[in-house]
């Protein structure tokens, strides 16, 4: 399945759903820690991986590699910021914001903070999801190292090209090589819970309402 039908796809399945069936698929977390989240707006994301690795550095130095992703990305592509654990400092801006909506990605992820806020949301309303806010700069503490490479999002790996999705629950990645098993275990799991729902609602029972099929 092409990445452009996965995106559709996921774009219509829940959060959660997906989370549960990276668990059952891949046998590991796929769900980003919970101070990973929305700072701009609600709306929900689907898009590619484009990863960049920051880390540690006292010189002054623009955030190179980000600053390419941002503009070499395809359409639609979410950029993922890692920083092995440096979240103080704000690894995204409003020229950041700026850049990616020229380019039309879909949102920017980031185990680090966000700045220029307001800025954001009153010129561009693009989605940045962050572990912090801050007003302080990268130079002269962080420098970008590499892009396209394996990165650490607390204990998830999410490598280029891997299937970001998030809303108000949490943002999930989903392993590119299962994306397709993923999204058709989510779309079954969002029909049974339907079902569930349903019959939880006709019978005036929780209990009764599980029992057909179960927890899953």
Known sequence: MKTKELVAGFREVATASVADAVDKITGKTGFLPESIK???NDNKIVGPAVTVLEGPSQQFVPPEHALNAIDEADEGSVIVISTNGQ???ALWGGLMAAGAVANK???AVLDG???DLVEIKRDY????YSRTVSPGTTLGRIKTIAANVEVAMGD???NP??????????IVCVPRQQAEAVLEMSRDIDAREAEQARLIIESGSLREGLAKFGRI
């Open 38 to 40: 929305p700072r701009i």
């Open 113 to 115: 903070g966000v700045r």
């Open 161 to 170: 090209g891997d299937i970001i999705m998030g809303d108000v629950d949490g």
């Open 156 to 158: 998830v790996i999410v």
């Open 105 to 107: 990605l879909e949102a």
């Open 87 to 89: 979240a103080e400092v």
């Open 125 to 128: 309303d693009f989605p940045v």
